[in-house]
Nanobody
Framework: QVQLVESGGRLVQAGGSLRLSCAAS????????MRWFRQAPRKEREFVAG????????YYADSVKGRFTISRDNAKNTMYLQMNSLKPEDTAVYYC??????????WGQGTQVTVSS
C-alpha cells in the first residue's frame, strides 16, 4: 500500500522560509519520479515542482522558480520542498504526488502552508 505523508506546513510571515517533507512508503521510491502540487482556496490544484528518480533534473512552475527548491533523499524515501521568500499568494495546501507528468497515481493528504502579509 503506497503512502505519502507530507509535513512541515505552518503559518509563516511573508519573506520567510519553510521546508516541506514528503515521506513515502509502499513503493520503490528511488525508481519513482515525484512532484509537488498546491491548491489555494477557491482555485484548482496546480503543479509546483517535479524531480526525476535520481534527483538530477528538476522542474518548476514559473510562479515559484528561483524561490523554491525541490530535492530528494532516496536513502530516506523522502522528498523535500524548500520554500524561500514566501508570499501571501503561496498560501495553499501542498500535496506530494508520484510521477512527473500525466495522471497522478498516488497523492498525499496535504499540508497547510499559510503566509501572512
Amino acid at each position: 500500500q503506497v503512502q505519502l505523508v507530507e509535513s512541515g506546513g505552518r503559518l509563516v510571515q511573508a519573506g520567510g522560509s519553510l521546508r516541506l517533507s514528503c515521506a513515502a512508503s509502499g513503493l520503490t521510491f528511488g525508481n519513482t519520479p515525484m512532484r509537488w502540487f498546491r491548491q489555494a482556496p477557491r482555485k484548482e490544484r496546480e503543479f509546483v515542482a517535479g524531480i526525476t528518480r535520481s534527483g538530477y533534473s528538476t522542474y518548476y512552475a514559473d510562479s515559484v522558480k528561483g524561490r523554491f527548491t525541490i530535492s530528494r533523499d532516496n536513502a530516506k524515501n523522502t522528498m523535500y520542498l524548500q520554500m524561500n521568500s514566501l508570499k501571501p499568494e503561496d498560501t495553499a495546501v501542498y500535496y506530494c504526488a508520484t510521477g512527473i507528468t500525466g495522471t497522478v497515481n498516488y497523492w498525499g493528504q496535504g499540508t497547510q502552508v499559510t503566509v501572512s502579509s
